[in-house]
């Protein structure tokens, strides 16, 4: 009895010093998705921009992190985790003030604009920041074996802070005001900079730190599927709002809602298959079933098929940020992490940046439910790709299977043919 019991004080444990760490993800994500649903009603209708711009002053936000990925990384690798993770809190909470005066001064729509653009832009950099130095500090405190678990939990607070902030922001906004979203964003990251204080910082690894390029190199077709795979969240995340208010439908923040609790109960219930099946056969189901979510909310005639399309594309999604992170991350040195982690999660921020414009250009040729089209093509793409990787995976390791068992049998001193 005692025996069995271990494991699973084990495995609780090291989950009760993961999610310290990954809470402060959270928060950060909470002053992402406070505004997200909002935001492009605003400087479409209030503003009297076009969608393009709508889609492009959200997007513009995972450039921000694009381009930080690699100081985020860098960051977290040589001043650590935690000192990442407060500089990035910091740096959300100046967004926020810029959020607020934008939309102080909605009388003038281009200053306005200039001042949410420059708001998602700093959002973008305290993202990075906050994310790499989250995972990074939840790694060190468990160790390298619980890298998948430490992704996971750190997945399940993004997603949650998105499912939790997108309804709130709706409905500060409609109860108090726009400006109310600015003033809830600065509170956010002014919280998690007091709760880090506390929180030992873990030691910085050192050791062989490969370059940039060279890392980069490495997790570039696990970055890929990321990329293709990420098009349906930034689709959703985009223009769901857009897509209901063009059918009359109501509820559309709860779409957004329903997406993360599938998010979050996918993360909870078969975070352990990563470990068990391998991260590629992992991503290849969970392309699968994003690519028929967004085919549903495609082809959806009620807001009821469009929910089930959302919770379908949730659900798959879950799981391929970690499946191939595992993947990518295991291709690099210890020392050299921070950098995996945000190379390969600079396709996440090249796919969310590009998917705002672009899905706005489809939407404005083709219409909103096109876009949901356009995002399933990418998911298929997806699963073509991760059974390439896996068969290539597969391959590789029989022949190393292969070269072992060979110099295993070669009598010492015998030469190999």
Not at 17 to 46: K, S, W
Not at 57 to 69: G, H, K, M
Not at 126 to 138: D, H, K, P, R, V
Not at 151 to 175: D, E, K, R
Request: aromatic share 10%; with cysteine.
């Amino acid at each position: 009895m005692s025996a069995d019991l271990a494991p699973r004080r084990n495995a609780a444990s090291t989950t009760l010093q993961i999610i310290p760490v990954v809470f402060f993800t959270f928060l950060c994500y909470l002053t992402i998705g406070i505004p997200l649903a909002v935001l492009p009603g605003y400087v479409h209708n209030d503003l009297g921009f076009s969608t393009v711009v709508a889609g492009a002053a959200i997007s513009v936000q995972y450039i921000a992190t694009l381009c930080s990925r690699a100081l985020a990384g860098r960051s977290a690798d040589t001043l650590g985790p935690k000192k990442t993770v407060t500089i990035g809190l910091t740096i959300c909470g100046a967004s926020g003030v810029l959020l607020l005066l934008g939309t102080l001064v909605d009388h003038w729509p281009g200053l306005s604009l200039a001042l949410l653009v420059v708001s998602r832009l700093l959002l973008g950099c305290g993202e990075s920041l906050c994310g790499t130095g989250a995972i990074l500090w939840g790694i060190g405190r468990v160790g390298t074996a619980h890298n998948a678990k430490v992704i996971s939990w750190n997945g399940i607070a993004t997603y949650g802070a998105l499912a939790i902030g997108a309804p709130l922001g709706v409905v500060m906004a409609h109860a108090i005001g726009y400006w109310m979203l600015g003033v809830s964003v600065i509170a956010m990251a002014a919280l998690g900079f007091w709760l880090a204080r506390p929180i030992a910082p873990v030691p910085v690894v050192h050791g062989e730190r490969m370059s940039y390029r060279s890392v980069f190199t490495r997790v570039l077709p696990h970055g890929i599927g990321l990329a293709l795979g990420s098009a349906g969240f930034g689709s959703i995340a985009t223009f769901i709002t857009l897509f209901y208010a063009a059918r009359h439908w109501p509820n559309a923040a709860f779409t957004l809602t329903v997406f993360g609790l599938m998010f979050i109960g996918a993360r909870l219930l078969f975070a352990n298959t990563i470990k068990r099946f391998g991260g590629f056969r992992v991503a290849i189901v969970s392309f699968s079933c994003e690519c028929a979510g967004l085919l549903l909310l495609w082809l959806a005639p009620t807001p009821q098929v469009a929910l089930a399309g959302a919770a379908l594309t949730g659900f798959g999604f879950a799981l391929v940020f970690p499946a191939l992170g595992v993947e990518a991350v295991g291709l690099v040195p210890p020392a050299s992490r921070g950098a995996a982690l945000s190379a390969y999660s600079v396709f996440l921020d090249l796919s969310l940046g590009i998917t705002g414009p672009l899905a706005g250009y489809v939407a404005n040729l083709f219409g909103y439910g096109s876009v949901f089209l356009f995002a399933a093509i990418a998911a298929a793409s997806a699963v073509v790709l991760s059974v390439s990787l896996h068969r290539k995976s597969v391959r590789s390791h029989a022949a190393q299977s292969a070269q072992h068992a060979s110099g295993a049998s070669t009598p010492a001193g015998q030469q190999v043919e």
